[in-house]
């Protein structure tokens, strides 16, 4: 057994493949005899003492992560402020790693969490506390600064195209006599990369979708308005995907939800294609459906991409291999080197690089007419949804996920007041 304990934790919204690289940490951390704990609820746990002891699971529910959705040890939305301003739950996450000879931390999460990463890093250089920081990559958002792309977004993407193509299919079948116009939420706050996978499910303009809003492009009722009716002219239906985070010219979120901010600070949104499909049946009198898939469009594993699902457990074993190497303050990221055929490799990069960057679409990935995507587009996006990574079903139909038995440490510390 190498001296020292590395502990594990998941950030943020989870994703279908989030576990993916939890089974990869674990996994490839056990072969090089490194005792791996889990926070329990993410960075909570770890400030809780509440810490998991991997070790009490077989090898066989390890090896069933990886085709589970859901974040196995639980995750959180808490927001670490700067080391000033919250310095006595930095001092108090040192602590906790103190106490259980904690000298790896993974931190498997979005931009709030590599910046959460290298806060803990520089922290522990100050105490002077040998520890290697290591922020694991993990967002439907693929927003991430670095890296090509990020786990978690391919099956997502495929989630998103699978869907608006099968819908589409059920609109055009109905739009004689029923639903003319169909609306579709996708996430995505500022990028709208989700909604741009949409566009996959169609090869020319007349094919769902045949409007997409983003969040790049400031939204204009009359002339989306227009555009719908132009569309339901020519096809005799549409299909429209708009992005969560579609804003007003004036900066105005079209779907603000007056719900005020969330732990991360963000607008809570809600409702755009419900707002949208209101505004197109009292403006243009058509019949509309809408739907909002939300946590369905992260946690469908049974729809995961094999090529996100490989780059979510590479991305977990490097961040092992680079944490045992002493690469302090890194993140590994997936760098794309060739298009035809797809072809990736993981490297590590600098979390200041990484930390609290947002990655948006290159305004070549945008039709000129704000509606569609580019042939750049879907030469980006499409190696990103191929393959299937079906996971096991049993005789009642249903995917044979695991549950793990999550025991829990015995704690050394005083309960955390904070």
């Not at 001092?91 to 931190?107: G, I, P, S, T």
């Not at 600064?145 to 495929?158: I, M, Q, R, Y």
């Amino acid at each position: 057994m190498v001296a020292g304990t590395l502990l594990y934790a998941q950030s943020g919204g989870v994703t279908a493949v989030i576990n993916a690289s939890a089974s990869a940490v674990i996994t490839e951390a056990r072969a090089r005899k490194v005792k791996v704990l889990a926070a329990r609820n993410g960075i909570l746990g770890a400030l809780r003492e509440d810490l998991i002891d991997t070790s009490k699971e077989s090898a066989a529910a390890i090896r069933a992560l990886a085709h589970t959705p859901g974040g196995a040890f639980g995750s959180c939305r808490y927001k670490l402020k700067s080391l000033e301003v919250d310095s006595a739950k930095y001092e108090r996450l040192l602590e906790v790693f103190k106490a259980h000879d904690v000298r790896w931390f993974l931190y498997n999460g979005g931009n709030d969490s590599a910046d959460t990463a290298l806060k803990v890093s520089q922290l522990a250089k100050a105490y002077d506390y040998p520890l290697t920081c290591i922020g694991v990559p993990k967002t439907v958002d693929n927003d991430l600064a670095v890296t090509d792309t990020c786990p978690g977004f391919g099956s997502a993407a495929k989630y998103t195209a699978v869907s608006v193509r099968e819908a589409a299919l059920d609109v055009a079948a109905m739009a004689e006599t029923s639903t003319k116009v169909f609306v579709y939420e996708a996430m995505g706050r500022h990028a709208g990369w989700l909604a741009a996978a949409a566009g996959l499910a169609g090869k020319n303009p007349d094919e769902a979708p045949q409007i997409i809003l983003f969040p790049e492009r400031a939204y204009d009722e009359a002339a989306f308005l227009a555009q719908v009716k132009k569309v339901v002219a020519k096809v005799g239906w549409c299909v429209v995907v708009a992005s969560e985070g579609i804003q007003y010219a004036d900066g105005r979120f079209v779907a603000d939800a007056g719900g005020g901010k969330d732990s991360f600070g963000h607008t809570q949104l809600g409702g755009v294609a419900s707002y949208l499909a209101g505004r197109v049946k009292n403006e243009l009198g058509m019949k509309v459906h809408w739907t909002l898939p939300d946590y369905l469009q992260r946690s469908a594993r049974h729809l995961a991409s094999k090529s996100d699902w490989e780059q979510a457990q590479a991305a977990g074993k490097a961040a092992v291999q680079f944490a045992l190497k002493g690469q302090n303050a890194v993140m590994p990221v997936i760098v794309r080197t060739s298009n035809a055929p797809y072809k990736w490799r993981i490297e590590a990069a600098p979390l200041s690089k990484v930390a609290n960057h947002e990655k948006k679409m290159p305004n070549s990935f945008l039709r000129k007419d704000g509606y569609g995507i580019t042939a750049a587009a879907r030469t980006y996006l499409e190696p990103l949804i191929r393959g299937e990574a079906y996971p096991p079903y049993g005789r009642d139909g249903l995917p044979n996920y695991v549950t793990l038995k999550n025991v829990a440490v015995k704690k050394k510390l005083a309960d955390w007041e904070g």
